[in-house]
């Protein structure tokens, strides 16, 4: 069974701060992990993908994201966040042979303190 | 043109209303999603349509009924629904998978309410 875990349901940081969102998955087959922000009343929007390859991603908006194998985990850093990146963001997982199906973390609620 | 598209923004229906949701894109992509949101919630999945076709129903009540008309477009008829049933809905759309797994690309969602 493939699952999700987003450990920090609510993060307040300053602004102009670094910050880590966690994200660790469980699965016994190959992943492949995003991470996506969602704005208010609004979608979702791809911040970066990891398929293969360098474990270190580069996304949007400075977003950088980790894939460590060993510590089944995929956090995700901004070294200094903005008012703007105030949103919820979600870590999601593809796993190989399921029809195209994401699981998806339980989020975790950005708010940039200014 | 990587844009998913979704109609209406906003719904208001009552529960005995005939309403339909409807989600298009022209980026060739041939699975195609439903999820349904709650406020502070993941996107849960409904439907997934993989070549116009239903692969995934994750034992969604019969009063959400999908149709894939063609590769393009997807919609959601809803009949008889329940205040319960208020959420954002969110197609999502994604290219073939060919043994490589893609990200899926977001509409902005239908925020529905039922009164």
């Known amino acids: 069974a493939q699952s999700v875990t987003q450990l920090d349901s609510q993060v307040p940081v300053f602004e102009e701060a670094p910050v880590e969102l966690r994200c660790n998955y469980s699965?016994?087959?190959?992943?492949?992990l995003f991470w996506y922000v969602q704005y208010p009343n609004q979608g979702l929007q791809l911040l970066l993908k990891?398929?293969?390859?360098?474990?270190l991603v580069k996304g949007i908006n400075g977003f950088e994201a980790e894939f460590n194998k060993s510590q089944t985990s995929f956090h995700l850093r901004k070294p200094s966040v903005h008012i703007s990146d105030t949103a919820e963001y979600f870590c999601?997982?593809?796993?190989?042979?399921?029809?195209?199906?994401?699981?998806f973390g339980t989020g975790t609620s950005l708010t940039v303190i200014p | 043109d990587t844009e998913v598209t979704q109609t209406p923004k906003h719904l208001v229906m009552g529960m005995t209303n005939k309403k339909s949701l409807k989600c298009e894109q022209h980026?060739?992509?041939?699975?195609m999603y439903w999820y349904k949101q709650k406020a502070k919630k993941p996107p849960e999945l409904m439907f997934v349509?993989?070549?116009?076709?239903?692969?995934i129903n994750e034992s969604v009540p019969s009063r959400f009924s999908p149709e894939c008309p063609n590769s393009s477009l997807l919609n959601l008829h809803l009949h008889a629904l329940q205040p319960e049933d208020s959420a954002l809905y969110l197609c999502?759309?994604?290219?073939?998978?060919?043994?490589?797994?893609?990200?899926?690309?977001f509409g902005p969602g239908t925020r529905l309410t039922v009164t």
């Open positions: 980026m060739g992509h041939r699975a």
């Open positions: 999502a759309s994604s290219p073939p998978s060919g043994g490589i797994r893609y990200e899926q690309y």
């Open positions: 990891y398929l293969s390859g360098s474990t």
């Open positions: 999601a997982v593809s796993v190989g042979n399921t029809g195209n199906q994401f699981y």
């Open positions: 349509y993989s070549y116009e076709k239903l692969s």
């Open positions: 699965s016994s087959v190959s992943v492949y």
